[in-house]
C-alpha cells in the first residue's frame, strides 16, 4: 500500500531558531502533497498545498513567510518553520494524494521552548 | 462549498456495546466521504471510505457507515465496542475532483468504559 514517511517525528528547538520537517511519498509519486497543522485536542487544520515544480499555495490566514514550503521532488515536500516560537508548537502532519484518496504521514510533534 | 459537522463532541460506551458516531456533510455534488481514527500521539489511520459505490460501507475493525444521500449523513457504527477503540474519530469530505483537498470535522473522541 502507499505508504508517507515524516521525519522527525518529534523535534524540541529554542525560540527563534528554524526547524525543517520532511514528508516523502515512499512509494509512489506525488505532485501535490498536503500541511496540516493539530493543535491539542483539535482537528487538523490544513495550512498549505505543496506543488512540485511550482510556489506552495497557503490556505487564509497561514504566513507564508513563516511557514516555508518547498517541494524538491515528486516524491519529498519540507516545511521549515522559521523563527520558532513558543505559539508554533504542534502535531505537523502531512499527506499526499494517490487516485481520489490521501495518504498521511505518521506525524511530527514540534515543541518550541 | 463543502462543510462537514461532526454532531458530537465526545460519546461514551460501555465496552461491548455499540457505537455511533455522527457526521454530516454538506456538498453541492457527489462528494467522497471517510472516517479515520487517530489514537493518542499517532497518526491517522483509515476506517472506512464511500466513493459513490455501495452506499453501505464496511470497513476495519468491525466498522461500518452508512451513506444517506436524503439525510446528507454518513454516521459511524460498530456493533460491540472494544477498549482498543478508545480514540478520537474524524469524518472527512473531499474537495471538488482534481484539487484532493480533504474538509475534516471537528473530531469525536469515544471513550470505552469497562
Known amino acids: 500500500g502507499a505508504v508517507v514517511s515524516q521525519h522527525p517525528s518529534r523535534v524540541i528547538c529554542k525560540s527563534g531558531t528554524s526547524v525543517k520537517i520532511e514528508c516523502r511519498s515512499l512509494d509512489f509519486q506525488a505532485t501535490t502533497m498536503f500541511w496540516y497543522r493539530q493543535f491539542p485536542k483539535k482537528s487538523l487544520m490544513l495550512m498549505a498545498t505543496?506543488?512540485?515544480?511550482?510556489?506552495?499555495?497557503?490556505e487564509q490566514g497561514v504566513e507564508k513567510d513563516k511557514f516555508l514550503i518547498n517541494h524538491a521532488s515528486l516524491t519529498l515536500s519540507t516545511l521549515t518553520v522559521t523563527s520558532a516560537h513558543p505559539e508554533d508548537s504542534s502535531f505537523y502532519i502531512c499527506?499526499?494524494?494517490?487516485?481520489?484518496?490521501?495518504?498521511f504521514g505518521p506525524g511530527t510533534r514540534l515543541t518550541v521552548t | 462549498a463543502q462543510s462537514v459537522t461532526q454532531l458530537d463532541s465526545h460519546v461514551s460506551v460501555s465496552e461491548g456495546t455499540p457505537v455511533l458516531l455522527r457526521c454530516n456533510y454538506s456538498?453541492?455534488?457527489?462528494?467522497?466521504l471517510f472516517w479515520y481514527v487517530q489514537h493518542p500521539n499517532k497518526g491517522l489511520q483509515l476506517l472506512l471510505k464511500?466513493?459513490?459505490?455501495?452506499?453501505l460501507v464496511k470497513g476495519i475493525n468491525g466498522f461500518e457507515a452508512e451513506f444517506k444521500k436524503s439525510e446528507t449523513s454518513f454516521h459511524l457504527t460498530k456493533p460491540s465496542a472494544h477498549m482498543s477503540d478508545a480514540a478520537e474519530y474524524f469524518c472527512v469530505v473531499s474537495a471538488p475532483s482534481g484539487t484532493y483537498k480533504y474538509i475534516f470535522g471537528t473530531g469525536t473522541r469515544l471513550k470505552v468504559l469497562a
Open positions: 456538498s453541492s455534488y457527489s462528494p467522497s
Open positions: 464511500y466513493t459513490s459505490a455501495a452506499t
Open positions: 499527506s499526499a494524494p494517490l487516485g481520489y484518496e490521501q495518504y
Open positions: 505543496s506543488n512540485e515544480g511550482s510556489k506552495a499555495t497557503y
